[in-house]
C-alpha cells in the first residue's frame, strides 16, 4: 500500500488509548486515519509490520500491565520489540510509553533522569522507546474507560461502598481523550527522541474523590494510611516542552469524563434492552 503524508495507522484500535485516538484522528480536518485493530494485524509479526512501510504509526498496541494469562516472552516481544521493527519501515513513529519506566521513589521525573523499572512490565515498555529521528517516544499516563484500571475498579464497586485513596500517591496523567488529541498534535511537531506529557498534579485520593463524585456519588473515598512502601511520585515533567500553554485542569477533565460516562452507560443500556440490571460493567 502506499501512504500519504495525511495517512495515519492507528496500531491497537480497539484498546482504550487506540480508540481515542481514531476519535481525535475523525476530528481531524487534516489526517485520514487507517485503524487497524488487534484482530487484523499482529505488531511481532514481521509480515504484518511489513504493511506500514511507508505509513505514520501511533502505536497504541502493547501489553498491560496484570495480563497473568501472557507470557513474559509474549509481553517482550509486543512491547519491546515490536516498536523498533515499526521504527524500521514507517514514516514516522509515534510509540506510546508509560510512566511505570520509573518506580516511584525519586519523583518528578524529567527526560533526562534514569529509569528505574520496578517489574516486568514497565522494563519492556522501556525497552520499546525509539529515542531517535524522526520517531517520538511519549511517555504518558491516562485513565479512561477501560477493561481494566483506576476507572474500571470504581465503577465495578458495590452500591455504597468505601474505598481506599492514597494522599501520597502523587500522579500528573490526563484523561484518554485529552492524551489522544495531544499525539495526534504531535504528528506534525518537529520533536524527536523521548517527551513527557505532563498534567496538574492530584493524589489518588483526590483524583477518586472527583471522580466518584461526578459519577459514583453513593461511594465514600476514605485516606489510606499504609506502610510507606506505597507512598509514590510518579509526576512526570517536560524539560523539552511547554505543557501549561495547553491549560489542563481536572474540572474540564471531570466534565468530559462525566459525559462519556454517561454516553457509556445510555449504550450499555441500549444494549442490554433497557434493563439497567442487565447492563454490563456501569457499575451502578
Known amino acids: 500500500m502506499i501512504y500519504q503524508d495525511t495517512d495515519v495507522v492507528v496500531t491497537g484500535a480497539r484498546g482504550m488509548l487506540g480508540r ?7 476530528a481531524s480536518d487534516y489526517y485520514r486515519v487507517l485503524p487497524y485493530p488487534s484482530y487484523a494485524m499482529d505488531i511481532s509479526d514481521t509480515t504484518d509490520i511489513m504493511n506500514l512501510t511507508g505509513a505514520n504509526v501511533i502505536n497504541c498496541a502493547g501489553i498491560v500491565r496484570g495480563r497473568d494469562d501472557v507470557s513474559a516472552k509474549r509481553m517482550g516481544e509486543v512491547n519491546a520489540l515490536a516498536p523498533y521493527r515499526i521504527a524500521a519501515v514507517a514514516r514516522r513513529l509515534i510509540q506510546v510509553s508509560t510512566d511505570c519506566v520509573f518506580d ?6 524529567v527526560e533526562s533522569d534514569e529509569p528505574t523499572p520496578s517489574d516486568h512490565y514497565g522494563y ?4 520499546g522507546e525509539i529515542d531517535y529521528a524522526p520517531h517520538l517516544t511519549v511517555r504518558t499516563s491516562f485513565i479512561g474507560f477501560g477493561q481494566r484500571g483506576l476507572l474500571r475498579w470504581l465503577l465495578d464497586q458495590p452500591q455504597g461502598a468505601t474505598v481506599p485513596g492514597f494522599r ?3 500522579w500528573n496523567g490526563l484523561y484518554v481523550d485529552t492524551v489522544a ?3 495526534v498534535r504531535l504528528l506534525d511537531d518537529p520533536i524527536t527522541g523521548i517527551l513527557h506529557i505532563e498534567g496538574p498534579v492530584i493524589s489518588k485520593y483526590e483524583l477518586l474523590e472527583m471522580i466518584a ?3 459514583r456519588p453513593d461511594i465514600t473515598v476514605s485516606a489510606a494510611i499504609y506502610p510507606n512502601i506505597l507512598d509514590k511520585n510518579m509526576i512526570l515533567k517536560s524539560e523539552r516542552y ?3 500553554i495547553w491549560n489542563f485542569g481536572w474540572i474540564d477533565v471531570i466534565e468530559e469524563l462525566k459525559t462519556d460516562y454517561e454516553v457509556e452507560k445510555a449504550n450499555q443500556m441500549l444494549a442490554s434492552g433497557g434493563d439497567p440490571e442487565g447492563a454490563p460493567g456501569i457499575g451502578i
Do not use: E, F, H, N
Not at 516511584?104 to 521525573?109: A, L, Q
Open 20 to 26: 481515542a485516538v481514531v476519535k481525535a484522528l475523525d
Open 104 to 109: 516511584g521513589t525519586k519523583g518528578p521525573y
Open 124 to 127: 519492556s515498555k522501556l525497552m
Open 168 to 170: 501520597r500517591w502523587l
Open 181 to 183: 488529541r495531544q499525539l
Open 213 to 215: 463524585k461526578a459519577i
Open 242 to 244: 511547554d505543557w501549561t
